[in-house]
Structure formats: C-alpha cells, structure tokens
Nanobody, 121 residues
Framework: QVQLVESGGGLVQPGGSLTLSCKAS????????MAWYRQFPGEQRELVAL???????RYDDSVKDRFSISGDYVKTTMELQMTDLKPEDTAVYFC???????????????WGKGTLVAISS
C-alpha cells in the first residue's frame, strides 16, 4: 500500500515562510491531480491548492498570491511554498494524490497523515 509522507510543518511567526513537501513511498502508475488540503480544529478538510499538468494551479482565495504549489508526476512528489503566513493559516495540512497507484488498482484518493503548521508570535 502506498504511503504519502508530508514534511516541513512547524511553528513560525506571522509574516514568515514555510515549505511543505510530500513524497509517495512508491511512484504512481498515473496521476490525475495533486493537491494540498488543510483542516482547522472541528472543521472539515478544505482545498488549499490543486495542481495538474493540464491547467494552471488552482488556489483557495485566502492563499492566492501567498502560496505556490508544484509537483512532479513521475516522482510523485509535491511542494507547497507558503509565504506571508498569517495566524489564520494555522491548521493541519494534508497532501492528496488523486490517481492510479497501480494499473489494476483503479482511480483513488490517497492521503498523507498530515503535518501541523502553526503561526504565532
């Protein structure tokens, strides 16, 4: 079973920057989209940024011009560069790959376990 592992979370001051990374334990047969989600306490996960190789990246309005997503389909890795971080960005961030891990497995959503990003002075 493939695992997605996030790294790069931590505590930073407002206005600071962080880069989150996500790597699959084994490469995927094919990928449809790669994305980052976040979850605030007591709330559902929400989409932060989405990447595919057919369209420009898509961002939630709250992070536009501050966050940047990139990904490598072949290596099945992705990053989320976050700048000008605000206290309201504090959340657990999850990476997501929507794809076929193997040719026979079918199209599925795959999730990492999450990494905490905390913004505080």
């Amino acid at each position: 079973q493939v695992q997605l592992v996030e790294s790069g979370g931590g505590l930073v001051q407002p206005g600071g920057s962080l880069t989150l990374s996500c790597k699959a334990s084994t490469s995927f047969f094919a990928v449809s989209t790669m994305a980052w989600y976040r979850q605030f306490p007591g709330e559902q996960r929400e989409l932060v940024a989405l990447f595919n190789d057919r369209n420009p990246p898509r961002y939630d309005d709250s992070v536009k011009d501050r966050f940047s997503i990139s990904g490598d389909y072949v290596k099945t890795t992705m990053e989320l560069q976050m700048t000008d971080l605000k206290p309201e960005d504090t959340a657990v961030y999850f990476c997501n790959v929507h794809g076929w891990h193997t040719e026979l497995e079918g199209l599925k959503n795959h999730w990492g376990k999450g990494t905490l990003v905390a913004i505080s002075s």
